[in-house]
């Protein structure tokens, strides 16, 4: 497979709640294996972004290709049988299931792959220990570790994140953002939305700074500079 395929792409992607549009135009590509970043202040649109493209929010169906496929406004449960998984801002577990039960409910029937309950708890031991126990109960740290593993259940080409980090403390954040390199060992893509932006840069190969629901810069993580970022979080 090319690895410098692009597995995903808007053109022209526009959304609205109601009447208030929240994107204008999003032009965006990802490619195999790539790990981009979405950053912006609050309300700039990267959760609309990302719902877009999971079919939560509705969108023009060719303003979203998927594999070549256009996707844009399709069912949230075909998309993520087609392989895109979105890791929610705020978890959104169910609290009274077990943390076993909760991550079964993202297995996917006719996607099978490396995931598997096994390789989720060699990845995060603690989830093993607590697979027993409501998912309620667990400390923010571990249900986002719950909301990963239940996206990856799903076996997906690309996997979506919004804000990891929310509410975390640093020491927390750190242990789970150390767990990319072992999701993306076997080629997925990723696209991380991240308020932290020296940890946005850090993590990812390319980034997109969204600002008022438009593309402010866009560029190669590494060399983009802190006055090309604020400029385009703040568009001073
Ligand atoms: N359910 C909704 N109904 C109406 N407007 C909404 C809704 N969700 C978001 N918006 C609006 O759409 C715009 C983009 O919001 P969005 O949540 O995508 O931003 P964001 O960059 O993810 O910000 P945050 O970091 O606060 O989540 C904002 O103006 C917001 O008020």
């Known amino acids: ?4 395929e692009q597995i995903l792409q808007t053109q022209n992607l526009q959304a609205f709640y109601g009447d208030a549009q929240a994107l204008f135009g999003i032009h965006f590509a990802l490619h ?3 790990v981009v970043a979405i950053i912006g202040a609050n309300g700039a649109g990267k959760s609309t972004f990302l719902k877009a493209l999971t079919g939560l929010v509705k969108a023009p169906a060719d303003a979203v290709r998927f594999k070549g496929q256009a996707i844009g406004g399709a069912h949230p449960g075909d998309i993520v049988r087609q392989g895109m998984a979105l890791v929610p801002e705020g978890r959104r577990l169910f609290a009274s299931l077990s943390v076993e039960e909760n991550l079964l409910m993202g297995a996917t029937p006719g996607r ?5 309950l096994e390789r989720l708890y060699a990845m995060f031991p603690v989830l093993k220990e607590k697979r027993r126990n409501p998912s309620g109960a667990l400390s923010g740290g571990q249900q986002q570790m719950v909301s990963i593993g239940r996206a990856l259940m799903s ?3 690309v996997l979506l994140c919004d804000e990891l980090s929310l509410g975390l403390a640093p020491v927390v954040i750190q242990e ?3 767990a990319l390199p072992a999701i993306t060992a076997d080629g997925m893509s990723l696209v991380i ?3 932290d932006v020296s940890l946005a840069q850090r993590v990812s190969q390319r980034l997109y700074c ?3 629901g438009r593309v402010s810069l866009e560029g190669d993580s590494q060399a983009v500079t802190r006055e090309q970022i604020s400029q385009a ?3 001073l």
Do not use: D, H, K
């Open 193 to 195: 939305v991240e308020q």
């Open 32 to 34: 195999r294996s790539e």
């Open 1 to 4: 497979m090319n690895m410098s």
């Open 210 to 212: 969204l600002q008022e």
């Open 233 to 235: 979080y703040f568009g």
């Open 112 to 116: 099978p792959g490396p995931w598997t």
């Open 155 to 157: 076996n997906p080409e």
């Open 176 to 178: 789970i953002y150390a």
